[in-house]
């Protein structure tokens, strides 16, 4: 066991499947020599080598795309986007061609690649370094989307996702690479070390996707979350004294539709929460699919609590931010309804 | 800053927009075509610098002349065996894509692309590549499956989306995928195709492998951003790739000029980027062996990537949805000046005495002969919209390599349909 | 007034607004001369001049971010991609700069561009002519998103799209270009003549944007569809004689809410119908805002009948399409529960 | 096809990463750069064809020699007053990079990036072109506003996202929009801008306009598909406009070698395209507005875009974010071959018995009490992080002309939001 940040856990999956599977490679803009911007993949190049661990040109697309090509010859390819804001211009290569490969050749050719990116707001960087994109990969049969919430499952989740042998988009919630963030944007915030899944093991090990983690057993409510906004609950619900029971999404797709019905079935209550603009956000998906399965069992209406429908305003950040006041509101009203 | 009044004497600006030459009821005329003579254009070695071969990229290499005589530098110096392999392989590809545009036309699937007139530049590449060197094609390079003898058989079950169709029924019509010949899974998303190449070319240039690959689009596809990817980072990282350019001049109902054609080659393209470049007689199948060999020596010696250009004229329609007589000239295919591939690698053959009409028409009949009897087989196997060919639950299947449960779910539910469709079927027979 | 299919109209939509504003320009491949793959564009080119009607390089990202360059300049360009399966190359230059440039300027600059596309599937296309991607236009903040099911309605929409001040993305269900389908593939299509929604006005009209069409009125279950589902699911109530409201929403967003909440509290029961995959379409935020809206009024769950979550698979067009048989199952189903 | 044999003997592919020539630690040593004489690099007519000027992708366009004389065929002949202006400008723009930077690090806002060093790319190509000619830069350009004397105020407003910040907050520090200063609205997203102003610049020649467009980005940008983009229309539908190349030779923590800048010169993306292209001096700002009137002539008498290739070099880090010690070695800003220009443009003045240390010594400080002022105005108006100086309403308008009603009902959520949260702050108190 040792004790890591977000970074380091991140960091340290690559270096763990990178030893075991010389296969693994990882590259993307400032990825190599530097390590990336935000020092994921520091000391990578330095231990395995310019061919495994390589700075590439400034073009997404370039990147997924090549990304593929690897796949389909044999590697494990772990691509980095700088942004999920800057993963548009790869996105017909993700939908169009990584999504698509295994079934449009029958299982001949596969694309098993991993796409990491840091995303969500909360660090004043404006329209374009702080979206949540995750709801369109959702939306596209093929491709996985993996989300940790803390060192430990981060590290877990990558390596599964690297080792998986689909797609898989691992968005990882860049506000919390340093400290479970809880949304009090005016307090000063915890560093990972305080923080028991901050204890992670040195070696290797995998969180399988398509598990949710129960984070907090509860039985009036049910919260479904994820990234950052896990911690936003847990503090909220701790603070405001309920009995919810907060569900830790981790894989979006494909979601554990059993530990949330179980859940929901259980509390007849279920908000949603994230960061990402309301409309066609993954929230309405599990909102119907709520619906879907638990209808006689709501005693309440499910309750979206989300990014607003604007770009992510840069001055106004914590106004969007869908931070404790919002949640402490809503939860009020689905418990009160 | 400059004076505000200086501007009023100008002239107003224009938005130029690009025009072929030739229209329908115009009589295309091509003499403004430069072609300069077979043998005239130099050949590098291949361990020269890219910088000093820019001349290439506005050249066009060409190996058989008037006469179909072999001449210059480029002359690949086959033997008559491979040659006569070469040329069988094109006058297949042929007859092939003759009998499975019929069939789409009989109503026997959905969808027939040929490549008329192109046949040269798949299959004369693939004679030059290694068969287990990667093809990362566009949709109209059937040529390198029959240069590699992948059955026809297998082709026409995935035109047909038939009970045989390998890719269960999926894929539209002639987006083939045969790992096994070395040839990708083909996309119906332009130049995708292009960076995927260069990626699975690093991938075996990291992995210390000797194959490299080799991709090609459309000369309108040029202009997708995929191209540019591909193009930079086959540049940066010297990948083992070639990448073809087919310019056969239009892009569906759009002429090369659409795709920046006016202003220079598409072979200049790798200029651009610090590429060697070369362009080509796409319809002298010597010249594409050539090139093709030259630029698979370079990058399987570490001197990278290739642009190849080849000159080529599309003589049939984009695809069986489209009729060209709508936007271009009739007689542009009958009078483009670079004649006709098989016929001029045949004359090249009767020339050496390898070769006569007698077994030229024998070959011909050989391969409808060989066509037909794979069509029989494969309609015995069904053909689009008569029966349903592929069981309906693999429709799920292959999305991801293990079913999730929503796609478990959803699978049952169509199960549960079609019992209640067929059910319904039965009333309406009672 | 004249008889039109619903090419006929959406070509007629651009002429009248090329006649009444000189700004209109349209563009696409294949658009100029030959009038476009299916004719849309036919005789614009010849009328207006290559200025205003023009073919373009292969670019979709190009022709979007070139539309939205010209929009900035003042013009109001309409372009055409070929297939909605192809708009992920432009996806950028819609999602980070068309839709994002009123509100990062501040209404400094703005791009009303319209984006034409013909969408869906029927038309045995395989899985790159046939995708409906039109959920993830309506997680994108400042994008209208538009889907005309007549000639009538697609001539209207389409002028109030091209003289709306925002980006609008107009999806064209090209399986009913020719006749109003309803899913009864076996059968003959009848062609839109004999359809009353085929006597369009020569001149100009618009259709508002953000309005929905009680396409039936009825009192025992709602139907919210658009595109080509209107036909299919007015078919499959008509045939199977449920007293159905099938809402034809026209505009995705902004959405006409009132419509929806209106009818569903009335009916107390829903019923979503859509052609694109299920997972987050459009079907899953419908869902989410009804019961939000009409919790208390719903007596059964909310259905949604969609496309499966797989590519659209070539040779199993009429198994993949959510046709008559699945919606029957599914209206039995709702009325039942 | 070749033997599979033949293949056995050949040694293995290799993958090629490039490698900046130093890191931190080394000694940068720029002597193998090639820098040609000032002067020496041939001016065509404007009307020449691009295909007669291929070289000057490969050139570099220098106008002031080691004594800061002007020389050869680019010599724009600029008067005194003119070239004082331009030296202000420039003296002006570093002197706003130098407090805003410092504003960052002091807290006062959330990010800043400095063109230090790359003064003379923005502002004399703003001095060479129209007022209303619509530029569209990247994030590295803020040289334009100054050269047109956009109130340093109203940028620092954006900067500091105050109450008179006209963008409201929304935008990232620098990412400003002056439509009247003709500067369009900056992008987060890299190389957005360029198809963007070719689209400008296209509906500029369609309305038959004589306006241009013009637009900026990094070497490092050039890898994104939208530069190809914008130059394939550009060259198909010979847009007037001038396509900047700033190659400042480092792209966050990425060499120029990462965009293909080893295999052979940016500019060369002009010949590619058969697009007019140059390669200019980029820290000569009498080169620069030489290239950029070039240019725009030809840009204004219908004869298409131009490739500029801005030789430079990025003095400092890429951001307040960045720590350029961790990648490069620490003598390259100071050893850059081509000077300061600043400096250089002072030399020139001073050497033309037009300026001199005195004026400079004042100016520079000149341009200290204004850039102070215009903080301390600045300032007033707020700055980032301390209170709320948008409304919290503005957060839901433009983002359509009209607000819908799901926007609305989103606003008064917040606003009631507030209100709770207002109310729980004075319970706190109390
Ligand atoms: C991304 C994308 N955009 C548009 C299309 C539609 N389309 C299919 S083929 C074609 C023309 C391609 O022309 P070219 O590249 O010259 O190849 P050719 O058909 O001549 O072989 C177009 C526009 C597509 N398949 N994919
Ligand atoms: C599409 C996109 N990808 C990545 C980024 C992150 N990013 C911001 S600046 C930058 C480097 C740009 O370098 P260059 O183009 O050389 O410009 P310079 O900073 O040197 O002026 C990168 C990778 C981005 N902003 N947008
Ligand atoms: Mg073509
Ligand atoms: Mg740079």
């Given at each position: 066991m040792a004790q890591m940040n977000m970074i380091q856990a991140i960091n340290s999956a690559m270096d763990v499947a990178m030893e075991r599977d010389e296969n693994v490679c990882v590259f993307g803009e400032d990825?190599?020599?530097?390590?990336?911007?935000?020092?994921?993949?520091?000391?990578?190049?330095?231990?395995?080598?310019?061919?495994?661990?390589?700075?590439t040109p400034i073009n997404e697309g370039g990147i997924i795309g090549v990304a593929v090509g690897m796949a389909a010859y044999g590697l494990k390819p772990v691509a980095e986007i700088q942004f999920a804001d800057y993963i548009y211009p790869g996105l017909d290569q993700l939908v169009s061609e990584a999504a698509r490969l295994r079934y449009r050749s029958a299982g001949e050719f596969t694309a098993p690649i991993v796409v990491r990116s840091p995303f969500g707001g909360g660090i004043f960087g404006g329209q374009t370094h702080s979206q949540s994109p995750e709801s369109m990969?959702?939306?596209?049969?093929?491709?996985?989307?993996?989300?940790?919430?803390?060192?430990?499952?981060?590290?877990?989740?990558?390596?599964?996702?690297?080792?998986?042998?689909?797609?898989?988009?691992?968005?990882?919630?860049?506000?919390?690479?340093?400290?479970?963030?809880?949304?009090?944007?005016?307090?000063?915030?915890?560093?990972?070390?305080?923080?028991?899944?901050?204890?992670?093991?040195?070696?290797?090990?995998?969180?399988?996707?398509?598990?949710?983690?129960?984070?907090?057993?509860?039985?009036?409510?049910?919260?479904?979350?994820?990234?950052?906004?896990?911690?936003?609950?847990?503090?909220?619900?701790?603070?405001?004294?309920?009995?919810?029971?907060?569900?830790?999404?981790?894989?979006?797709?494909?979601?554990?539709?059993?530990?949330?019905?179980?859940?929901?079935?259980?509390?007849?209550r279920c908000l949603i929460l994230h960061e990402a603009t309301k409309t066609s956000g993954f929230g309405a998906e599990l909102s119907a699919l709520v619906q879907e399965h638990c209808f006689h069992h709501l005693e309440a209406p499910?309750?979206?609590?989300?990014?607003?429908?604007?770009?992510?305003?840069?001055?106004?950040?914590?106004?969007?931010?869908?931070?404790?006041?919002?949640?402490?509101?809503?939860?009020?009203?689905?418990?009160?309804? | 800053m400059a004076k505000q009044e200086a501007r009023s004497n100008l002239p107003p600006l224009d938005l130029y927009v690009p025009e072929p030459k030739f229209r329908p009821g115009d009589d295309a005329d091509f003499s403004d075509i430069v072609i300069p003579a077979a043998g005239e254009t130099r050949r590098p070695d291949i361990a020269d610098d890219h910088h000093t071969?820019?001349?290439?990229?506005?050249?066009l290499v060409r190996v058989l002349d008037g006469e179909g005589k072999a001449v210059g530098p480029w002359d690949p110096r086959l033997?008559?065996?491979?040659?006569?392999?070469?040329?069988?392989?094109?006058?297949?590809?042929?007859?092939?894509?003759?009998?499975?545009?019929?069939?789409?036309?009989?109503?026997?699937?959905?969808?027939?692309?040929?490549?008329?007139?192109?046949?040269?530049?798949?299959?004369?590449?693939?004679?030059a590549l290694d068969r287990d060197d990667m093809c990362f094609p566009s949709y109209r390079q059937q040529g390198i499956l029959i240069a590699r003898d992948w059955p026809l058989l297998d082709m026409m079950n995935q035109v047909y989306s038939n009970k045989q169709d390998r890719l269960k029924g999926r894929q539209l019509p002639i987006m083939y995928s045969a790992k096994e010949g070395g040839f990708f899974s083909i996309s119906g998303n332009l130049a995708t195709q292009y960076p995927q190449a260069v990626g699975w070319a690093m991938a075996s240039a990291a992995k210390g492998d000797t194959r490299i690959a080799a991709t090609w689009c459309g000369e309108g596809s040029t202009a997708e951003g995929d191209f540019h990817s591909a193009c930079i980072f086959a540049s940066v990282y010297k990948a083992p790739v070639i990448l073809n350019v087919v310019n056969n001049q239009w892009a569906i109902s759009s002429f090369s000029g659409f795709a920046g054609g006016?202003?220079?080659?598409?072979?200049?393209?790798?200029?651009?980027?610090?590429?060697?470049?070369?362009?080509?007689?796409?319809?002298?199948?010597?010249?594409?062996?050539a090139a093709t060999q030259w630029a698979a020596e370079r990058a399987r010696t570490n001197q990278g990537p290739t642009i190849i250009e080849h000159f080529t004229y599309r003589t049939e329609g984009h695809s069986t949805s489209d009729d060209p007589?709508?936007?271009?000239?009739?007689?542009?295919?009958?009078?483009?000046?670079?004649?006709?591939?098989?016929?001029?690698?045949?004359?090249?053959?009767?020339?050496?005495?390898?070769?006569?009409?007698?077994?030229?028409?024998?070959?011909?009949?050989?391969?409808?002969?060989?066509?037909?009897?794979?069509?029989?087989?494969?309609?015995?196997?069904?053909?689009?919209?008569?029966?349903?060919?592929?069981?309906?639950?693999?429709?799920?299947?292959?999305?991801?390599?293990?079913?999730?449960?929503?796609?478990?779910?959803?699978?049952?539910?169509?199960?549960?349909?079609?019992?209640?469709?067929?059910?319904?079927?039965?009333?309406?027979?009672?």
């Open positions: 990825v190599g020599f530097y390590g990336g911007v935000f020092r994921a993949t520091a000391g990578l190049q330095k231990k395995y080598g310019k061919r495994r661990a390589f700075d990969f959702t939306h596209v049969s093929g491709i996985k989307t993996v989300i940790p919430s803390t060192p430990y499952d981060a590290k877990g989740l990558l390596i599964a996702a690297i080792e998986d042998p689909d797609p898989v988009v691992f968005f990882e919630p860049k506000r919390i690479y340093n400290g479970p963030f809880d949304g009090r944007y005016q307090e000063i915030v915890q560093p990972w070390s305080r923080h028991p899944a901050s204890e992670v093991p040195e070696g290797h090990y995998v969180i399988p996707l398509g598990k949710a983690a129960t984070v907090r057993e509860g039985s009036d409510v049910t919260v479904l979350c994820y990234g950052t906004m896990v911690h936003v609950a847990l503090g909220v619900v701790e603070r405001e004294g309920y009995d919810a029971e907060v569900i830790d999404l981790r894989t979006l797709l494909p979601l554990d539709i059993e530990a949330i019905v179980a859940s929901v079935k259980k509390t007849g499910i309750v979206r609590v989300t990014g607003y429908d604007t770009p992510y305003p840069h001055s106004l950040e914590w106004a969007y931010f869908p931070g404790p006041i919002r949640l402490g509101e809503a939860l009020k009203r689905v418990m009160e309804d | 071969m820019r001349d290439l990229s506005y050249g033997d008559a065996e491979t040659l006569r392999k070469m040329l069988r392989a094109m006058a297949l590809t042929r007859a092939y894509d003759q009998r499975m545009f019929r069939a789409q036309r009989q109503g026997k699937t959905s969808f027939y692309m040929k490549c008329l007139g192109e046949e040269a530049v798949a299959v004369a590449a693939a004679f006016e202003a220079t080659t598409f072979a200049a393209r790798a200029v651009g980027y610090g590429i060697a470049g070369l362009r080509i007689d796409g319809n002298d199948a010597l010249a594409v062996h007589s709508q936007y271009r000239s009739a007689n542009e295919a009958t009078d483009w000046p670079l004649g006709d591939p098989i016929a001029r690698l045949k004359q090249h053959l009767v020339g050496l005495g390898e070769w006569d009409e007698e077994r030229h028409a024998a070959m011909d009949l050989e391969c409808a002969e060989q066509v037909k009897v794979a069509t029989k087989q494969a309609e015995k196997f069904g053909i689009l919209g008569h029966g349903l060919h592929q069981p309906l639950e693999t429709m799920f299947e292959d999305v991801f390599a293990q079913m999730p449960w929503h796609l478990r779910e959803q699978q049952a539910e169509m199960l549960a349909e079609y019992e209640v469709a067929k059910a319904k079927a039965k009333q309406g027979e009672a």
